[in-house]
């Protein structure tokens, strides 16, 4: 087996100190990921892991769902406003037809 077809198995452990090494100091993720002897590739995945569920445990969301709620309050507020003016048309009719 290559060098390229090996794959390493790192502890839970090694890849959460990796993760915090890479996101706290001042270097890039491949220089870190150079020191550690871990492929760029490789550590940007587990950041992106790391860093997944901290967002979701915090209460936030992601900026896609954002949108997506922006889009169902938007055509939600549009149907409202399309049935206060028909509302209001009826009632400006009935009135007139009252008198």
Do not use: C
């Given at each position: 087996?290559?060098?390229?077809?090996?794959?390493?198995?790192?502890?839970?452990?090694?890849?959460?100190?990796?993760?915090?090494?890479?996101?706290?100091?001042?270097?890039?993720?491949?220089k870190t990921a150079?020191?550690?002897?871990?492929?760029?590739?490789?550590?940007?995945?587990?950041?992106?892991?790391?860093?997944?569920?901290?967002?979701?445990?915090?209460?936030?969301?992601?900026?896609?769902?954002?949108?997506?709620?922006?889009?169902r309050l938007r055509?939600?507020?549009?149907?409202?406003?399309?049935?206060?003016?028909?509302?209001?048309?009826?009632a400006a009719y009935?009135?007139?037809?009252?008198?």
């Amino acid at each position: 087996m290559s060098n390229q077809q090996k794959q390493n198995h790192y502890t839970s452990e090694f890849k959460e100190s990796a993760v915090k090494l890479a996101i706290e100091n001042d270097q890039s993720v491949s220089k870190t990921a150079d020191e550690l002897g871990v492929n760029p590739n490789t550590l940007h995945t587990w950041i992106s892991k790391y860093r997944g569920p901290q967002v979701q445990k915090a209460g936030q969301v992601n900026d896609e769902h954002l949108y997506d709620e922006l889009k169902r309050l938007r055509k939600g507020n549009k149907r409202l406003t399309e049935e206060r003016d028909i509302l209001k048309k009826a009632a400006a009719y009935f009135a007139k037809e009252g008198s």
